[in-house]
């Protein structure tokens, strides 16, 4: 059983298209992310909820916007996609406690962008 | 603004050896530091977790440290397997943000 899915996990589209990924995790915690994994395998946060309330919104264009319908779920809308948005982006989660929180991955979604 | 730094960036070693894998950071206000595998092509899976106010975990062949202090922790693996193949990422928690390193490729021959 999955804790952390995301889908598709490959996604292969054309400049200006806009794109969607889906995230759910049944750990039960209470706060979810997006990476993003360039070519280089740098991960950099992008987004964090935390139960369903936007806690870290680091500098990302405004064509990405995430949406949390409840604490287990977290989806990325990516708007008029470019060239520089392909990378793997992968989905996180981890409970509430700081001190023991440790931080679970889904398989990530490959975004080819053309 | 907390840094990690991980080195080597690879490290090819044959089967049998005992290595160690290093990650910095330079904030020493973290609540815990966690170390994981990542697969090629695959998400990144969980190796060990290591509490701000414990030194050491360990888990099988790993063991990880913890100086907060210094800002640095090892990765430890020991009788290394070609099966260890892997790129290893270690990332520190705080102030709401898990900062990961860029990760050591581990090439483990034969």
């Known amino acids: 059983d999955t804790a952390v899915s995301q889908t598709p996990k490959y996604l292969v589209t054309q400049m200006g298209n806009d794109k969607s990924i889906k995230c759910e995790q049944n750990l039960g915690h209470d706060t979810m992310y997006w990476y993003k994994q360039d070519s280089k395998k740098f991960l950099k946060i992008m987004f964090s909820?935390?139960?369903?309330?936007?806690?870290i919104n680091e500098t990302v264009p405004n064509r990405f916007s995430p949406k949390s319908p409840d604490k287990a779920h977290l989806n990325l809308h990516i708007n008029s996609l470019e060239l520089g948005d392909s990378a793997v982006y992968f989905c996180?989660?981890?409970?509430?406690?700081?001190?023991?929180?440790?931080?679970?991955f889904g398989e990530g979604s490959r975004l080819t962008v053309l | 603004k907390q840094e990690v730094t991980q080195i080597p960036a690879a490290l090819s070693v044959p089967e049998g050896e005992n290595l160690v894998l290093n990650c910095s950071f330079t904030?020493?206000?973290?609540?815990?530091l966690q170390w994981f595998r990542q697969d090629h092509g695959k998400g990144l899976t969980s190796l060990l977790l290591?509490?701000?106010?414990?030194r050491e975990q360990t888990s099988g062949r790993l063991n990880a440290s913890l100086d907060k202090s210094s800002g640095r922790s090892t990765l430890y693996i020991a009788a290394s397997q070609p099966g260890d193949s892997a790129t290893y990422l270690c990332?520190?928690?705080?102030?709401?943000?898990?900062?990961f390193g860029s990760g050591t490729k581990l090439n483990v021959k034969p």
């Open positions: 996180a989660s981890s409970p509430r406690d700081r001190v023991t929180g440790e931080l679970f």
């Open positions: 909820y935390n139960n369903k309330e936007l806690i």
């Open positions: 904030d020493s206000a973290i609540y815990n």
């Open positions: 990332a520190v928690y705080n102030f709401n943000k898990f900062y």
């Open positions: 290591i509490q701000s106010s414990q």
